[in-house]
């Protein structure tokens, strides 16, 4: 799902382009929208979208004076202007999309295809950078990432945040500290072989957890693990328990 912030200092432009883009662009997830470029400056550092639809003529501050304060802009920009002559020869030379007012579906569903392709370059550019970071790192870095793929989505995910992991037949669980929870096509054995460096305990068959989130041991039946904050109880199995011992004390 790629993340959208809609910019317009006219609420009825950004609902207008919501409907529109909810109706014919259903890969787009807006997540937050903006009536100054002040307002959006904050928005974009707060969610990080991967495209701002961007008003150009606003009070204040316009949208080229927003985009001016970030020194490197990492998201896509689709202008969306009333005026086809304020700017535009500039962002024609500068091979950007803009959508003029009243806006065409087809025009939009163009420049939402075009932003697609561009996250998917980026997301790879992405795994190819965790790949050479992790590649420069010869021993466990607890600022290192792992790449967690769904279907509409990859996550860039610190090792030190997970809390465990939990399969599910051909597919795993990822429990982060925040709360957050992702399921994956993968089995967990997968992950058992990428994390055992980093700390993780194959406690059972179907568990995988992080020694640094475990915070007691809990003596019923064959032992269960507190992990994280919020106490989650994993059990431990009879053939992992010296295992699971050997590594905790």
């Known amino acids: ?19 529109l883009l909810n109706r014919h662009c259903k890969g787009v ?13 904050s928005k974009i550092i707060e969610w990080e979208p991967d495209v701002v639809f961007l008003d150009i003529e606003m009070p204040g501050m316009n949208g080229f004076d927003l985009l001016k304060t970030f020194d490197n802009p990492y998201f ?25 007012k009243p806006i065409n579906s087809a025009e939009l569903k163009a420049a939402v295809e075009k932003i697609e392709n561009s996250v998917q370059v980026k997301r790879q550019n992405l795994r190819l950078k965790n790949l050479l970071s992790l590649l420069d790192n010869t021993s466990s870095n607890t600022e290192d990432k792992i790449a967690l793929s769904t ?25 982060l500290a925040n709360g957050d929870e992702h399921l994956i096509s993968k089995p967990l054995y997968e992950y058992d072989e990428l994390l055992s460096s980093y700390g993780f305990i194959r406690c059972h068959q179907s568990h995988l957890v992080n020694k640094f989130h475990v915070k007691s041991i809990l003596n019923e039946d064959s032992g269960y693990l507190i992990v994280g904050a919020a106490g ?3 059990p431990i199995s009879r053939q992992k328990k010296g295992l699971v011992k050997s590594i905790l004390y």
């Not at 799902?1 to 409907?19: F, R, S, W, Y």
């Not at 896509?76 to 091979?95: E, N, R």
């Open 1 to 19: 799902m790629i993340k959208a912030i809609l910019v317009d200092d006219e609420p009825i432009n950004n609902t207008n382009l919501a409907a």
């Open 29 to 41: 997830g807006i997540v937050a929208t903006a009536r100054s470029a002040e307002e959006a400056r």
């Open 76 to 100: 896509d920009v689709v202008f969306v202007t009333a005026y086809d002559s304020y700017g535009i020869k500039a962002v024609k030379f500068s091979a950007l999309d803009y959508i003029l």
């Open 151 to 175: 279907l509409k989505e990859t996550y860039f995910i610190a090792i030190k945040d997970i809390l465990r992991c939990v399969s599910s037949n051909n597919y795993t669980t990822f429990f």
């Open 232 to 234: 989650h109880k994993v």
